[in-house]
């Protein structure tokens, strides 16, 4: 199994709305282990305020209003999953993929985890995962079949993480 090198942060979030990130890093391990990605890679996530999302969706996306996780792929999967993105997608000094950047809300993250009955951690695993997959090329925007794909990987893993009791 590959080293990925994870780095995640809070940024401008009240000690109480922080998020675990042990829990997320291992959201990202066993993602990029269940989709089979044997090569490393380097995930950077920022845990920010609605207000910081606000700006960085606004500059990013062109809208003008909180999200609760944007995510920013550095390597371009098509069909989506992983597949080797060949050697010019490795740093040449590392040796390391670097697959994107996630960006996280951590009030949205509470706020959501309410609306759906789950609790902070879950919800942080959820938006986690779903981000993750985005890295790896999958989408939800387009077509019907992307989205059932999607959410079925998801869910998937969802299940293995919480054997694991997240």
Not at 86 to 90: E, I, L, M, S
Not at 106 to 123: C, F, I, P, S
């Given at each position: 199994m590959p080293v990925h090198t994870i780095l995640a942060r809070h940024k401008d979030v009240k000690s109480m709305e922080r998020l675990s990130i042990p829990l997320i890093k291992r959201c990202i391990e066993v993602t990029l282990d269940l989709e089979g990605v044997d090569k490393p890679c380097e995930v950077s996530v920022l845990i920010t305020n609605d207000s910081?999302?606000?700006?960085?969706n606004l500059k990013?996306?062109?809208?003008?209003k909180t999200t609760d996780v944007l995510s920013f792929p550095m390597v371009e999967f098509s069909p989506p999953g992983w597949g080797d993105p060949?050697?010019?997608?490795?740093d040449p000094d590392t040796g390391i993929i670097p697959l994107g950047d996630i960006v996280l809300s951590?009030?949205?993250?509470?706020?959501?985890?309410?609306?759906?009955?789950?609790?902070?951690?879950?919800?942080a695993a959820h938006l986690t995962v779903h981000?993750?997959?985005h890295l790896l090329g999958y989408d939800h925007m387009d077509e019907e079949d992307d989205e059932r794909v999607m959410r079925q990987k998801e869910n998937l893993i969802m299940k293995m993480l919480k054997k694991g009791e997240l």
């Open positions: 910081a999302m606000r700006q960085i990013f996306r062109g809208i003008d060949g050697p010019d997608a490795a951590a009030k949205r993250v509470e706020l959501q985890a309410l609306d759906h009955g789950r609790n902070r951690d879950t919800e981000s993750v997959l």
